[in-house]
């Protein structure tokens, strides 16, 4: 017990090493009396914000009865345990699994305080900072009907298995704890984690800050010492991303330099997903240095209207007040270069697509590429019938959809969910569970805002990306 007691006190002293990591925990016990009960299983799993990195899972002899409810409810009896190590011999584990880390857990408040009660059995303080999803889930997914942890992750689509053991609650507590981090839209939870160890960001501070980032897509979250965001970004590859930030010798580059004291980032695998989070961030939290997409980020749209003839007309123009556009484009070589694709698709005439400014025929007619309906040869309703498939396809204004890309493992899936034209938000869903409905659905889903950028955004990707999976819903 001696040299355990000096094992234990040593790693609790090296705390200056430390990463800001969790350590999501779950834990089985005897019942009983307050203040009196044993830890008869334990799992833990130790987690980077992405991905599990280590684990720990045991049962524990508690020298001391079970409850009989107990029994009934996890299965674990006394004669299991009889040749499992008691805590003092898994105690070395514990600290070093969970040191430097924030400890999450389904009802955090009593395994952090059972955690503590068998440490001061033998002798010793362990103190840790600690994450409740019982609390986060309440307030990042208000009114659901029930948040205990069955019920919870049913009704977010998030399977589990050994109901009532500490490693199948804690590989639950766990996923859910992945979809709490996507919908914690103020990132306290990861500012409280920069904020925490400030220095270890500083010193050495660009090489060991790219060294800690991925190739993986996603969007990035540059903080300042404070662990206040000063610049959103996102990118198909964010370390490469961060080390153009840091080598760059523009302004705007330099004056991120001096002010970097850490990166976070959150993999999103599609490249829409990363495209709307970042519009979405940046108006949310308004970083210093992102003023430019602050503002709308397109400038031109495809708009229609009927001639005298009765023709629809398709025409680019500048966004300006109120008047609706089909779509827009980001500038007007990428407008002018999908009138011109359209024209060709759907056979349309030049001249009442704006790309051939004459009072008499196109240039296409002249060649007989055209069927003549800029001097009014083609039938109207034909040709028109023509313009409204375009229209058709390019508007998204009452469908409802799921869109569905790339997630941030091979066997996993993004979803954006559009309803009626709406942006609603977007989850994950491993491919071996399927979503059977919108109430599921809903629950999955982290909200993003609707606006005149994210509008932008989906449509001008659908119409880039031909093989992305659209799943139409009906309202």
Known sequence: MVVIWFELEAIFLDLDKRNNIYAIVDIETTGGKYNEEGITEIAIYKHDGEKIIDQFISLINPKRSIQPYVVKLTGISEKMLRNAPKFFEVAKRIVEITEGCILVAHNAKFDYRILKLEFERLGFKYSRKSICTVELSKKLIPDLKSY?????????GIPISDRHRASGDAIATTKLFELLITKD??????????????????????????????????IYYIHNESGDIIYIGKSKNIKSRINQHFIGQNPKSKKIQLEVSAVSYEKTGSELLALLKESSEIKHHKPKFNR????????????????????????????????KPITTFANIQSAKSFINKIVEKYNLCQKLCGLYNSKKSCFKYTIKDCNGACVGEEDVSEYNLKVNSVLDHYNYDLKSMLIID??????????????????????????????????VLSNLITPLNHNK??????????RRNKRLKLIPLND
């Open 292 to 323: 430019a997409l602050r503002r709308t980020i397109f400038t031109h749209g495809l708009f229609t209207n009927t001639d005298s003839n009765g023709y629809l007309n398709l025409k680019i123009e500048k966004v300006t007040g109120d008047k």
């Open 453 to 462: 950028d994210s509008q932008h955004i989906l449509q001008g990707y659908i």
């Open 185 to 218: 839209l103020d990132k306290e939870i990861i500012k409280a984690s920069v904020r925490k160890e400030p220095k270890l960001q500083l010193e050495p501070k660009l090489t060991s800050i790219i060294e800690s980032l991925t190739h993986e897509t996603g």
């Open 406 to 439: 790339k997630g941030r493992t091979i066997d996993e899936r993004s979803v954006i969910w559009i309803q009626k034209g709406i942006l609603k938000g977007y989850g994950y869903f491993d491919l071996n569970y399927q979503i059977s409905n919108v109430d």
């Open 148 to 156: 205990s942890l069955g019920k919870l992750v049913r009704s977010l």
